[in-house]
């Protein structure tokens, strides 16, 4: 059973940082591909960022590109979300994201609120 559990969102000004972390149960080695995920209220989810196991190659979202930085740490089994220059546009919740084979696993999300 994986289980995943975010943390670190909460109410920001637009402007500030936050870092969000994803506690995975057991070693992230196991996943090719690890990533954040967001949801507007009335929209759909949406890839925010992606990092490869192996080799750490990451992948983001041109709206988040030179603001956001998505890391792991192996030894802890966690992935971070560096999230820089805020925009009230990024306020979601957001989920991550751990890949196996043909399954997906998600956390519970965290809120992310941004005001301006």
């Known amino acids: 059973q994986v289980q995943l559990v975010e943390s670190g969102g909460g109410l920001v000004q637009a402007g500030g940082s936050l870092r969000l972390s994803c506690a995975a149960s057991g070693s992230i080695f196991r996943f090719p591909a690890m990533g954040w995920y967001r949801q507007a209220p009335g929209s759909q989810r949406e890839l925010v960022a992606t990092i490869i196991s192996g080799g750490g190659n990451t992948n983001y979202a041109d709206s988040v590109k030179g603001r956001f930085t998505i890391s792991r740490d192996n030894a802890k089994n966690t992935v971070f979300l560096q999230m820089n220059s805020l925009k009230p546009e990024d306020t979601a919740v957001y989920y991550c994201?751990?890949?196996?084979?043909?399954?997906?696993?998600w956390g519970q999300g965290t809120q992310v609120t941004v005001s301006s």
């Open positions: 994201n751990a890949k196996l084979a043909l399954d997906n696993y």
